[in-house]
């Protein structure tokens, strides 16, 4: 019969390892997938055959493929020994640490990554080896041991081996060439990724020298506008203006909305950044916001209405995209 067990998540905690365990004893021996491994039981299992046998198992798990090995419990690879179908021989279990010395002979000490837990089925304790995914940049995992069976030829330091359907086997040259892209992908992805980060660095940036300068910019837009309903305001008064301070830092800011939306609208199609930049640049542009200031004499009360409408538009949009622009371009490590 199959192996009876939700593959769609890795199982980690006693009650799913354990629940790992009832299925391989259930399963039928042709059961033996790329993702499990399972032996009876060892005399010893810090011999040098027993280590030498777990620590295979292990490294020919680290050295699937990762679409391979993504293709069931998450990535994570099971080694179980003491338990078979059909059989519960049970395995006597060392301390962790006896344990991990006598297997990190031939796996290497820290990586990859494995952790070994015991469990209780049928009254037998069972060694349930938990193998981490492999992941796009893994180094090719190599034997660090060279291993003499009683019988057989010697298997040498350095040696490659890859779970296969119901065996791990030396690294054939299609598998070496995988691990080989596997390696290499992983330059790619952090290439990807810094590109992907400065990217982000140079939007964040942009952004807010662009919010900046138009909140600014409506700020001295509403000055302007209260000053314009004067009883003395006339053309004059904004031509002054103009060559003031105030009046050439407007200017200035003008010159950064309109070039740092350029520059935001090549750099990204995301809408949600583009679009309330683009409302932003429509409003200050269309030219309602300064009608009353270029009139000979003090501005109507409805004409400052209308343009108060448009400053208020242009900083909603502003914020909008200064909000976005935190929810899209936070510093997340990404």
């Not at 993702?35 to 798990?61: P, Q």
């Not at 065996?167 to 054939?172: D, I, N, V, Y």
């Not at 409003?283 to 208020?312: L, M, W």
Request: hydrophobic fraction near 40%.
């Amino acid at each position: 019969m199959a192996l009876t067990i939700d593959n769609s998540r890795a199982l980690r905690t006693p009650a799913q390892l354990l629940a790992l365990a009832r299925a391989v004893h259930e399963a039928s021996p042709e059961d033996e997938s790329r993702c499990i491994e399972w032996k009876s039981a060892y005399d010893d299992i810090t011999s040098a055959s027993a280590s030498f046998a777990v620590g295979r198992a292990i490294l020919g798990l680290a050295n699937r493929a990762v679409a391979v090995a993504g293709s069931a419990f998450e990535g994570v690879g099971y080694v179980l020994v003491g338990v078979e179908p059909g059989a519960v021989a049970g395995q006597k279990v060392p301390d962790s640490a006896e344990l991990f010395n006598a297997v990190q002979r031939y796996t290497g000490h820290g990586r990859p990554y494995w952790d070994a837990h015991t469990v209780e089925l049928h009254g037998e304790s069972i060694l349930v080896i938990v193998v981490e995914p492999p992941r796009d940049g893994d180094r090719i995992w190599l034997l660090q041991k060279g291993y003499q069976a009683p019988k057989g030829s010697l298997v040498p330091e350095g040696a490659i081996f890859v779970r296969q359907v119901g065996a791990t086997e030396r690294a054939s040259r299609i598998e070496l060439d995988m691990l080989q892209d596997r390696l290499l992908s992983g330059s790619e992805a952090e290439a990807a990724a810094l590109r992907e980060a400065t990217q982000k660095s140079e939007l964040r940036e942009l952004i807010a020298d662009l919010v900046h300068a138009g909140k600014r910019w409506t700020s001295s837009a509403q000055v302007l506008l209260i000053a314009s309903a004067s009883p003395s305001w006339t053309q004059n008064d904004m031509a002054e203006w103009v060559n003031t301070d105030s009046g050439r830092e407007m200017t200035a800011d003008a010159q950064v909305i309109k070039r740092n939306v350029r520059k935001l609208r090549l750099s990204t199609v995301n809408p949600l950044l583009v679009g309330p930049a683009m409302e932003a640049q429509q409003c200050f542009e269309t030219g309602k916001i300064f009608d009353p200031v270029h009139r000979n004499g003090p501005s109507e009360a409805d004409d400052r209405v209308v343009s108060y409408q448009s400053i208020n538009a242009m900083k909603a949009a502003l914020d909008a995209l200064e909000s976005n622009a935190i929810e899209l371009l936070a510093h997340t490590g990404n």
